[in-house]
């Protein structure tokens, strides 16, 4: 397995436009994250999923942005009307949650978003 | 809400000089862990810490757990320009929907100088 894979790694749209992103976990993980980062700054929480369900979001995530994982594998991370505040790097993890054990998060290298 | 604060934000110093990198926490996490990131890429872990007290030592990094499992420390010996990149700190989240979820200060940026 190749690690975690986002695509695109860079997105330049207009603002008011659409944009959706995808993250490939590494097979068997069942836990997948969201982050958002601004540069020269630590990553903020969005969302995570375990297995397909969503279990927590960021107050961070407006109803511009949904997160969705139908099978419990891929993630899309879909923002409507982009505006320019949006523009940063979006992080994906995925992670292996086994009840009593450290989890590990792996990060994905991230899609950079520049909506103009 | 839990945060926590990273200091100093921006570090330039000479390739062979030792430095500290601090993270300070308002609340408890289950553990703590280190971060390198280089321009591009995503987060690599370096540490994990879980033990009130714990040190760890990974080559030339030295890392610490305070007593009370609300503050770290990162310590880098004779610093080299490969070391040169964005260090972060993240606390796990400990209980409920959070186990697991990781809460980042906001990075030291460090720059060794050759």
């Known amino acids: 397995d190749t690690g975690v894979s986002q695509d695109p790694r860079h997105k330049i749209t207009k603002r008011g436009q659409n944009v959706t992103f995808r993250c490939d976990p590494i097979?068997?993980?069942?836990?997948l994250y969201w982050y958002r980062q601004t540069l020269g700054q630590g990553p903020e929480f969005l969302t995570y999923?375990?297995?397909?369900?969503?279990?927590?979001k960021s107050r961070l995530l407006s109803d511009r942005f949904s997160a969705e994982r139908p099978k419990g594998s891929f993630s899309t991370l879909e923002i409507q009307r982009t505006e320019q505040g949006d523009s940063a790097m979006y992080l994906c993890?995925?992670?292996?949650?086994?009840?009593?054990?450290?989890?590990?998060?792996?990060f994905g290298p991230g899609t950079r978003l520049l909506v103009l | 809400t839990q945060l926590l604060e990273q200091s100093p934000q921006f570090l330039s110093i000479q390739e062979g000089e030792n430095l500290t990198v601090y993270c300070n926490s308002s609340?408890?996490?289950?553990?703590l862990q280190w971060y390198r990131q280089e321009p591009g890429e995503g987060p690599v872990l370096l540490v994990t810490?879980?033990?009130?007290?714990e040190v760890k030592k990974l080559k030339r990094l030295t890392f610490q757990f305070g007593d009370a499992r609300k503050d770290s420390s990162l310590h880098i010996t004779a610093a080299q320009t490969g070391d040169t990149g964005l260090y972060l700190c993240?606390?796990?989240?400990?209980?409920?929907?959070?186990?697991?979820?990781?809460?980042f200060g906001q990075g030291t940026i460090l720059t060794v100088h050759p």
């Open positions: 993890a995925s992670s292996f949650r086994d009840r009593g054990a450290l989890e590990t998060q792996y």
């Open positions: 097979s068997e993980h069942n836990r």
């Open positions: 999923f375990q297995n397909e369900a969503q279990l927590e």
């Open positions: 609340s408890v996490f289950s553990s």
């Open positions: 810490v879980v033990t009130g007290g």
């Open positions: 993240a606390g796990v989240g400990a209980g409920g929907t959070s186990y697991g979820k990781l809460t």
